[in-house]
């Protein structure tokens, strides 16, 4: 089974504060999205492998650790995971970039995908599916089963704010995954947006609304 990772690092907890709060603007928005996302990154990578390699210092010969072979694929979900790929991509600049197209219908609160591409290798790599929001899960089971399909096994999902409906619903379809989350809110409201959340991702940091 995978595991729920609430991150409770007193960093993190201040960032997603801030990020909650109404009268944060876009570009602290887009800001904290970037850093919380490098910091939920850190802790997702831990168990990356490692291989001995022996490298010269000024002193001489060190046997020393790099992360061995293919190493991390990032895919935001369109739009708002968007916003997490910078700051993973400052910890990890050689990880490649997959993109997966979804909105939710405000009616049937349902996924409708719309675009999908990925890195050719990413089967061999560990993927973190990055989203902001994780409100009814349907838009991350539906990304996490495209990627399934491609042949990517090793996943991992990344949501700064999720709702208990959006956890379950992924733990259900999907109980391989682990996820890491920032935040556990109390429930979704009518229009199923997530209470008190932060609002609409995508628009806070786009600046749409
Ligand atoms: C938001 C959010 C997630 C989804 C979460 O995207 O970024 O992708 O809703 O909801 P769910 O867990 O109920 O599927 P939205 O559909 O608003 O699209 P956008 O990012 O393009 O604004
Ligand atoms: N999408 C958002 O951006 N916010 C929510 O609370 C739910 C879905």
Known sequence: ????????????????SVLRNKETGSKQFRELVEEIAML????????????????ETPLGPAKTKVVAGKKLAVVPILRAGLGMVDGILSL?????????GLYRDPETKLPVEYYCKLPLDAEQRLTLVL???????????????????YGVENLKLLNIIAAPEGIE?????????????????????????????????????FGTK
């Open 40 to 55: 939920m990154a850190y802790d997702a990578t831990r168990d990356l492998p490692l291989e001995e390699i022996e490298v």
């Open 92 to 100: 990890v600049p050689s990880a490649k970039v997959g993109h997966i």
């Open 169 to 205: 619903a992924v733990r259900k379809a999907h109980p391989d995954v682990d996820i890491y989350v920032a935040a556990v809110d109390e429930r979704l409201n009518d229009h199923a947006y997530i209470v008190p959340g932060l609002g609409d991702a995508g628009d806070r940091l």
């Open 131 to 149: 989203d902001p929001m994780l409100a009814t899960g349907g838009s991350a089971v539906d990304a996490i089963s495209q990627l399934k399909k």
């Open 1 to 16: 089974m995978g595991e729920l990772h609430v991150m409770d690092h007193p960093l993190v907890q201040h960032k997603v």
